[in-house]
Every structure is written in C-alpha cells, then in structure tokens.
C-alpha cells in the first residue's frame, strides 16, 4: 500500500473518502455512507489537501464548493480508484465471489411483484452479497444517491446511460364485468372510445394507442379519464370498481381475469408492450457484484411471468 511520508495514512482510503465526500454532497453524508464519524472523514480531506499541496474543497456553514483543483483531483482519483479496483478483481481471479452492498433502484409494482424471484436468486447464489431494493419509478442521481443499477420499465430518455435491453411487457385492456354491462358489447375497436378510462400517467393520459396482433393495423382514439395514475396497482383497483376501462401491464392482471373480476377487452388489440432495460452509468470499470447482477438478471428476466424476450 501506498503510504504518505507523515502520516502513514493509506492514499487510496484518502481518495475515496474524497470521492464519497464529492458524491454524498457533504462531509456529515460521507461520514453516515462510510460508517464513520464526521471528524474522522474531515481528517482524511485534510491529509488528503496536505499531500496535494492544494485546496480542494471550499466550505461553509451551510455549503461545500469544490476548487478548480478538486475538479480536476476528483476526476483523477476518480480514475485511479477504478482502475486500482480492476487490478484487485484481475490479481483475485474472475472467479472470485462478489461481496458488499449492491443499491438497486426498481419500479414499484414491478419491483415488488415480479423481480423479487430474480433478487432472491441473486442473494442465495452469492451469500457475501446483500442488496439494498430501492422502489420508486423516477430516474435517481446515480452518483448523489449512490445507485449501482437501475431497473427501468418504458422508454431510455438519457442517452449517457448504459441501457440493457432485458424484457418486453405485454399489456392488454381489461374493464371490470359491472362497467361492461352497462354498454353495448365491445365487438370493434371504435366502441372503446365509449367507455369511461382511466390513465395510467406514466404511459398514456389523453390518448389510447392500439395494434392488431395479426394484422399489425393500429388505431387510436382520445380519451378524458375519469382518473389518471401513475400506479399499476391503483389502475388495476379502480378498473376492478368501474371506474373505467384501462391499459395495464398483463401480468399485473392475470389473476383478475382468471376468477373474472376483470374481463380482457378485445384480445386480438394491444397497447405497444413495455421495454424492460437494466441501466447504469458508463465507467471504465464495473464492480463483480454490479456484472453478476447483470449476468443474472439478463437470463431470468424473460423468463418470468408476464414478460418475454424482445421482438424487434
């Protein structure tokens, strides 16, 4: 190990302390990550500082700034401590075990519905491992919120993230037996405009969008929902009173269909299915517990219930 001339304090822990104090956003935030205390991260800046012969970090009561020089030493150690990781996974052998703490972020009913199967998988085969299951469906500040990996349902927005393609999800109409009764039977695809809807925001608000399984014709119409959602649990609740028709994930209803509590509307006509994607940041160096995940992930995936491989 590498050792300054004073101190004998190890320059490696030095840089990423400093990194996790750039990344948390603040000295008391590094201290809680890093399972410390505030004085003693505070001590490691200094050493650090002291050994750079530079000012790294501005600070105040209520903020922190970095300098030119902590830019520039951030994107550096940034590197080093990359590329130190990748020689001790090289020196370890590929065979060795992934340990520590992996921080998934993961869509809520997806998240805790569906991929549960997978992470258990995960944990059991790798027992050094533990997880931390992070469920919310907004795109997290991987680096500020410290997230190894991202399970994304729909459309990538960021092209400066790596995105793997895992899974499609079908995704069906379905309306509750009360509300249909009060209709003419749905037999053409027109007459669904004259059902009350409800959205689910994340995917559809004013406007539905249909395919023909065989024909692959399409057509669309508008709609004024009686409410709009960004939960597949809350669509799927409020179709079962009546409130309205809806589009949701197949998989979120399969058992509703099946005791009859909602009836699958048009079954040759469906919504353009939902891509499954595992996203992460692009780095020069990936950690064996983010690549087994990986590894795993993309094998289980379509195999679960209510997803399959990709078509196109």
């Keep these: 190990m590498s050792k300054t001339s004073s101190g004998g304090i190890d320059r490696i822990d030095l840089m990423r302390t400093f990194i996790r104090i750039v990344e948390s956003g603040s000295l008391s935030a590094a201290a809680q990550q890093m399972q410390t205390s505030q004085p003693t991260v505070s001590r490691r800046l200094q050493a650090l500082e002291r050994m750079l012969g530079a000012k790294l970090i501005l600070r105040t009561t209520h903020a922190m700034k970095l300098t030119d020089d902590g830019q520039r030493c951030y994107r550096h150690a940034k590197l080093l401590i990359e590329q130190w990781s990748a020689l001790e996974d090289d020196l370890r052998g590929d065979g060795e075990e992934p340990e520590g703490i992996l921080r998934v972020r993961a869509p809520h009913a997806f998240g805790q519905d569906q991929l549960i199967a997978p992470l258990t998988e995960y944990l059991q085969r790798y027992g050094n491992m533990s997880v931390d299951w992070m ?153 064996a517990r983010l690549l087994k995940f990986l590894e795993l992930i993309r094998t289980v995936m379509p195999e679960l219930s209510g997803t399959r491989r990709p078509r196109n």
């Design 135 to 287: 469920l919310n469906d907004h795109t997290p500040d991987f680096i500020a919120e410290h997230i190894d990996c991202m399970i994304q349902v729909g459309e990538i927005t960021d092209p400066s993230m790596v995105a793997v393609l895992l899974a499609e999800v079908p995704r069906i109409v379905v309306a509750s037996p009360s509300l249909l009764a009060g209709y003419s039977p749905i037999k053409q695809i027109d007459s669904l405009a004259r059902l009350p809807w409800i959205a689910v925001s994340t995917f559809y608000r004013n406007e539905v969008t249909l395919s023909h399984g065989e024909s692959g014709r399409s057509a669309s119409f508008e709609i004024k929902p009686k409410l709009s959602t960004d939960s597949l649990y809350a669509a799927r609740k409020a179709a079962e009173t009546g409130l309205g028709a809806a589009i949701v994930s197949a998989w979120v209803v399969s058992e509703n269909i099946v005791d009859g509590t909602l009836v699958h509307i048009l079954p040759d006509w469906h919504a353009k299915p939902l891509p499954v994607y595992l996203v992460y940041p692009y780095a020069s160096y990936y950690p």
